[in-house]
């Protein structure tokens, strides 16, 4: 199968190019960054908002499949500009794919569980379904909820699309400024470990290599609409901080800060829809994942601008 990955040099996107390439598949991948990902075929260099070089249109329209990844990362990117950033890289860059990608051509897109707003519903603490009213926190998931709106009119003039919302994505080559990266680094240099909020707020975290291998069948499968990619358990972030320190064999020191209104008190993925369409349920094992992470050693540095990576 040919397949084109947009945003195929960031974090889930550069997990997914080797796993397609190792089932077989012609890959061509697009990104603002010149390096081409490990196992990629045709990487095409490409500011997907503004550049219409003939080459990328030609690709996405050759496409068998196209995995839209690429965006504006960082839920707590405090530039001055982060609003028109997001709207440009989020918004834009997927309404150039979703324009471009003939109607009956399946097109993957990465949303975000943040669109959700937390696991808080009515006052309880539930998982989060994907039929569930969105409540974005925050610019960042405002635009991820501008971007699955693209895809439902995509789906509703009849075109193919299914829209992936990952939770809290870990492992190797995770980006500098999440959380696990950031505390691994602490602790390596002696420094705390910065908790925002409290230690007892919990996450829904998900194996890269898993949100990968679920993203692959989301198109092999012709799977339309949204599906959350967790593992339906949710982890305190003390929990979290005290795996990073004993797999880096240092106790850490936690320093409790503010949580923004962005952070939400807990993150649940509800995988009901996700076992049926897809066959199967990603499971964390959070010491085996974070031992592979500090195995790979830190992700290039390079921010939310160095690649349009795909979201957290």
């Known amino acids: 199968m040919a397949v084109v990955v947009t945003g195929a040099a960031g974090f889930i996107g550069a997990h997914l190019v080797r796993l ?42 050759a496409a068998e499949a196209v995995f839209h990844l690429a965006g504006r990362a960082g839920v707590r990117d405090a530039s001055a500009d982060r609003a ?21 051509v399946p097109v993957v897109v990465a949303s975000s569980s943040s669109v959700y707003g937390g696991a808080l519903h009515g006052g309880r603490l539930r998982p989060s379904a994907e039929a569930d009213r969105l409540q974005p ?3 960042y998931a405002r635009s991820k909820v501008e971007l699955e709106r693209r895809c439902w009119q995509r789906a509703a003039a009849g075109g193919l699309v299914a829209v992936a919302r990952p939770f ?15 505390w691994l680094a602490a602790v390596r240099r002696g420094q705390p470990i910065r908790i925002l909020g409290s230690p007892n707020r919990t996450r829904d975290v998900t194996d890269v290599a898993d949100v990968a291998f679920a993203l692959l069948r ?7 609409g949204a599906v959350n990619l967790g593992s339906g358990v949710g982890h305190r972030l003390g929990d979290l901080a005290a795996t990073v320190g004993a797999v ?54 390079g921010g939310p601008d160095a690649a349009l990576a795909a979201a957290p």
């Open 248 to 301: 880096v064999g240092q106790r850490p020191r936690l320093v409790i800060e503010p949580a923004g209104p962005a952070e939400p008190v807990a993150t649940l993925a509800d995988t009901r829809r996700c076992r049926r369409l897809l066959g199967f349920v990603p499971v964390t094992d959070l010491a085996a994942l974070i031992a592979r992470q500090v195995a790979a050693g830190p992700a290039p540095v």
């Open 137 to 139: 926190r925050g610019g």
């Open 218 to 224: 989301m198109a092999e499968g012709g799977v339309m």
């Open 84 to 104: 028109r950033r997001r709207y440009r890289y989020n918004v834009l860059a997927a309404e150039r794919v979703l324009g471009t990608v003939p109607a009956g």
């Open 168 to 182: 809290t994505v870990a492992g190797q080559g995770q980006r500098p400024d999440m959380a696990i990266a950031q």
């Open 20 to 61: 397609l390439a190792a089932r077989g598949h012609q890959v061509v991948t697009i990104d603002r960054r010149p390096a081409a990902p490990a196992a990629a075929g045709v990487h095409l260099v490409a500011d997907l908002p503004d550049d219409h070089d003939s080459s990328v249109s030609d690709a996405l329209r």
